[in-house]
């Protein structure tokens, strides 16, 4: 709830800059006349509370057929996926701010092909124990799809699996790929 | 499913069956041998200088006709017989690079016992192999050098393949009559491998593991799970007839039951959710458990049978790698929620709960058996994690490995006086056997990766 409410004030704050610019109502399909020259105007105007903007996202009832995307095969789709993993710190289950964003991308790609079903794989680096891993790799893939329904995804489309460390995707034992092995991984199910 | 026995005569009246090791197919049942009473009073050799172990020698078995077959397993059987008896450390057994010297005797009333005693020994073990219509009939005997006196003496029979079992079964026999103590030649490991190479289907690259197991020499390893998939957490049934693991095999991970014996299988877990890591109970009727099968990973017991499955925890945070007490009555665990996985105690119905570790990070708790009272773990000591063991009557905390590689997933052998781990010190993650305190490593496995160990009670 908190994030959403965090990202209403961050399209509040981009509209108000947008109006600042001479904009009245972004986004529009109209062309918009040159502004004014620059008045010298030594009165301040009274700030105006930030309009919110929520553009509707479009969800064809049929996929569109001429889209690469929705007419490629799940292994096709799931081999050069659109849905981009989200990595983890050490130990970590939080969503870090590189994490929010992959996932609010993974959540419009969600959004516009609305009949995929997913998969959220939990992945661990190889420091921590087998066992534990198990735990820690499903605490990462409840994370991603917390945040997955924040964004209003429904429940039914998202199924979580942990496999612990049993999968790296680097084999190597450097910061480089333990960093590539924490990871939520997004299989695509069904379309 | 056919089984061969073995039979085992023992001195000259009583007669018993042990159903012995079929190499071929499918391993057969190895029941313990029914206990008897010695036909004469037993003698316990001991050492000539007081405190120090008695010292053995043992020579390979005298092959009593010339064909290869019998040369062989009058060889091995001699071989995997001194590995054996070495393995509890209760005898000093004399290097058989030094045995060159003495003359091989043709049969048992030709052993020349008075240059035994020149290798200063206390005791040699001899045996006989005779072939005959069916297979091979096997008479052991530790005798006392000094009085010349026959310790212990028995004799066997059964097929040729069971050569390494005879020898584990002597061995077991000899250190059941000589010190009273439970060996493990005939116990058996159960592990997970990626030694195939094939690849899980799907666009990463993925590596099957299958469940194996092997004897506790690492000899006889054999794969039991062949689904492609991932199948992990493997442990002994206390009968050592099943195996309960771990299986991706059909997406959401959920345990499995494998009747090695019977070649059946069978699921414990036909709820939803993800099932991880089951422990038998030492009686075997029961099995715990991981699952988020009620939206968190919590530990659950279930009949053997998969019925009346009961949640012991109930915690936000994540409740793992259940282990039980030798009584039945307490199960420990994982659980990380002070924010750090830590040891923790319960009883089974999931009351009297109680920390035990303050380590920065604690995993895959693992019981004594009986009369020791500890719990091993694996513990972050550094990049990696090593084995320590606690003894819950102290408190005190012992280390078994010390930053080689990283360490993980002990298991205690049933006799409490070994353990085996996980260790990437030789490179890849292989599975090590290694005493209780810290002695005696062996490496068990060399094919592939292998992982977390259990130990056949």
Redesign the interface.
Known sequence: MTRRVMKLVAIGVLSAALAACGGKKPPLARPVPPAPPPVADATPRVAEPPQPVAERIIVPPEPVRDDRISSASL?DL??N?PLKPVFFDY?SSDINAAGRAVLDENAATLKKYGTWAI?IEGHCD???????N???G??RAVAARAYLLSTGISADRL?????GK??P?DPGRDETAFSKNRRA?F?ITAK | MTHSSLMLIVGVVAVATVTGQQPTTSPSPQTPPVSQQPSEVATTISSGDTGAPPRFAVPDFIALSNDAETVDVARTIGRVLWDDLNFEREFALIPRDTYASIPAATSIDTVPFDRWRELNADGVVVGTVQKTSVGVRIEARLVNIRTRQTAFGREYTGPVTSKRFFAHTIADEIHQQQRALRGVARTKLTFNSDRSGERVSGPEARTVKEVFIADYDGENQRQVTANRSLNINSVWSPDGRTLAYTSYRNGPPAIFLANIYEGTGDVLTKQGGQNWLPAFSPDGARIAFSSTRDGNTEIYVANRDGSNPRRLTNHGSADVSPTWSPSGAQIAFTSDRTGTPQIYVMGVDGLGLQRITTESYADRPTWSPAPYNEIAYAARTGPGNDIKVKDLATGNVRQLTFGEGTNESPAFAPNGRHLAFMSTRAGRSQIFTVTRDGRDLRQVTRLGNNYQPDWSR
Do not use: I
């Not at chain 1, 190889?126 to 534990?132: L, N, P, V």
């Not at chain 1, 199924?159 to 496999?163: H, L």
């Open positions: 292994d799931n081999r996926s130990d998969t190889e420091r921590g124990t087998a066992e534990y198990l735990a820690l499903e605490r199924r979580t699996v942990s496999y049993e999968f995707f991984h299989v």
